[in-house]
């Protein structure tokens, strides 16, 4: 009997094939403001931890900067304080699904990539890389929506993955009158990146992203102070539910988020987010042809 046998668009791919040659490093006697300045400064989400002889000894990400502005600590204390230790570790040869799945069941958002002897970091692998490898897949595809509407396209009937199948189908959000603190308590219990901001009529605000509250933390913003003071900007990045997953991925990549937020009748009513968390744990690309043209039969003829 015949086998059929789905894969994804990672199928066969391997970590050094999205991972980043560029590591951002921080001595674990660097302080807690140094480690904020770094991460605004290279727009990323951690820091790889090391000793003096540079070997990794932890990551500091935003969250653990976030947890340290709710502890009150101060910015001077170094980050070996606040560190998460050890650092996970991946083979740059390992599949890019086998990297994917660790990453899930760790509840982590990115690998550090060893290689050689002795082993030495020479990468870094995390869900904005994956959706990038992804997206260039599926903008190269000839079934890509940029072929269709340039009238290239070889199959103009493919079914393609829209928002509202892969988003979270919730949103949580906080008024501009909610203190720093209680924004921050929403933000570690839901493991979120970024919040919507409402007024009292819940009609968007804003958003409050991980990258406002250390900022907010680096200046001495008080912890118990208004949200609304640190509202960056009052434009929420969105998209409609229907839109195709595709566009919502090029939407994020040119906007340099790493969420949307997804309305429905109208862009005040916010019916979920999607993230490049979302995105890359969809794994198959934007659209069902490459899956369909991956199918193999096994079994006898």
């Known amino acids: 009997m015949s086998i059929v046998t789905k894969q994804s668009t990672l199928g066969g791919l391997s970590v050094r094939q999205a991972m980043r040659m560029e590591v951002v490093q921080i001595l674990s006697t660097a302080s807690i403001q140094k480690a904020i300045g770094l991460l605004v400064k290279y727009k990323i989400n951690a820091l790889l931890v090391t000793e003096a002889d540079e070997a990794p000894v932890g990551v500091v990400s935003k969250s653990d900067i976030i947890a ?3 502890a009150s600590m101060r910015v001077e204390f170094s980050v070996e304080n606040i560190m998460m230790s050890p650092p996970l570790f991946c083979d740059p040869r390992d599949l890019l699904e086998s990297a994917l799945e660790t990453m899930r069941a760790a509840g982590v958002y990115r690998l550090y990539a060893l290689e050689g002897d002795p082993a030495r970091v ?3 692998l995390a869900y904005p890389d994956i959706v990038a490898l992804l ?3 599926c903008h190269d595809c000839e079934n890509s929506l940029t072929h269709k509407r340039q009238g290239l396209a070889q199959d103009d009937q493919v079914q393609r993955f829209r928002v509202k199948e892969a988003m979270t189908p919730s949103v ?4 501009e009158d909610a203190t720093l603190l209680e ?4 933000l570690s219990a839901y493991r979120f990146g970024a919040v919507l901001i ?3 009529n819940n009609v968007p605000r804003g958003v409050v992203s991980k990258t406002d509250l250390i900022l907010a933390y680096g200046r001495g913003v008080p912890p118990r102070g208004p949200v609304r003071a640190i509202l960056s900007s009052p434009l929420v990045v969105s998209c409609h539910e229907e839109e195709f997953v595709e566009d919502a991925i090029r939407k994020m990549i040119f906007s340099g988020v790493h969420r949307l937020f997804v309305y429905s009748e109208h862009k005040d009513h916010i019916v979920g987010v999607f993230s490049l968390s979302n995105a890359a744990r969809l794994r198959s690309g934007s659209c069902h042809a490459c ?3 991956r199918i193999r039969v096994n079994g006898d003829a």
């Open 135 to 137: 997206y260039t897949y």
């Open 198 to 200: 409402t007024n009292r």
């Open 291 to 293: 899956i369909t043209s």
């Open 172 to 175: 949580t959000s906080f008024s």
């Open 68 to 70: 340290a502005y709710v």
């Open 183 to 186: 924004v921050m308590d929403g």
């Open 122 to 124: 020479v990468g870094v």
